[in-house]
Nanobody
């Protein structure tokens, strides 16, 4: 069994900052990538940021220079620092992980339950 637990969501004013965290636990041999996605009401889920086990990062164009993703391989944890948040970035933010449960096993994609981010004054 694998668990991804997100934390750090909440209410923030436009232009404000928020930090999300994700902790992965359970039967995990190795994690290839971890990422953050978001889904606003009536919209498709979209990629926000990804980080590989080697530390390479990838961001959606809309969040570059404002969001920073970081990871701790030893702890299977990942953070997303968000700055200058905009109203239309209010959404449920989901943590994801692509991992192997054992040596030589296929990779699996797993999702957290999501954490709500509300951007409002």
């Amino acid at each position: 069994q694998v668990q991804l637990v997100e934390s750090g969501g909440g209410l923030v004013q436009p232009g404000g900052s928020l930090r999300l965290s994700c902790a992965a636990s359970g039967r995990i041999f190795s994690i290839n990538t971890m990422g953050w996605y978001r889904q606003a009401p009536g919209k498709q889920r979209e990629l926000v940021a990804l980080i590989t086990s080697g530390g390479s990062t990838n961001y959606a164009d809309s969040v570059k220079d404002r969001f920073t993703i970081s990871g701790d391989n030893a702890k299977n944890m990942m953070d997303l620092q968000m700055k200058s948040l905009k109203r239309d970035e209010a959404a449920v933010y989901y943590c994801s992980a692509r991992f192997r449960p054992g040596w030589g096993t296929p990779v699996y994609d797993y999702w957290g339950q999501g954490t709500q981010v509300t951007v409002a004054s």
